[in-house]
């Protein structure tokens, strides 16, 4: 079983930048793929950045992509997502999720089996 915590939300303006963090706890699995999905309401969630805890390959939608950056620290069990250039349509809910392994389709939520319970992040 795996835990996902995250952090690093709030408000900030347009224009600005800012870096959650997810951090995993419990068997962490060394091909273990982490996203990050966002979500507002009344909207499908959407992932928006992947990365491969093996080889550290990533993924990124075209609405982000170009401005957001997903990195990890596998010794801290940690995948971080540096926001940039911030939109208020980037205003949503953000949650970190974990798949057993990076398939064709990183940014598609089916195959991920473990959810954090999101941060929020506000553009204005």
């Known amino acids: 079983h795996v835990q996902l915590v995250e952090s690093g939300g709030g408000s900030v303006q347009s224009g600005g930048s800012l870096r959650l963090s997810c951090a995993a706890s419990g068997v962490i699995g060394s091909s273990m793929c982490i996203g990050w999905f966002r979500q507002t309401p009344g909207k499908e969630r959407e992932g928006v950045a992947a990365?491969?805890?093996?080889?550290?390959?990533?993924d990124y939608s075209d609405s982000v992509k170009g401005r957001f950056t997903i990195s990890q620290d596998n010794a801290k069990l940690k995948t971080y997502l540096m926001m940039n250039s911030l939109k208020p349509e980037d205003t949503a809910m953000y949650i970190c999720?974990?798949?057993?392994?990076?398939?064709?389709?990183?940014?598609?939520?089916?195959?991920?089996?473990?959810w954090g319970r999101g941060t929020q992040v506000t553009v204005s």
């Open positions: 990365i491969c805890r093996i080889g550290g390959g990533t």
């Open positions: 999720a974990a798949a057993l392994r990076c398939g064709s389709r990183p940014l598609s939520q089916g195959q991920y089996l473990f």
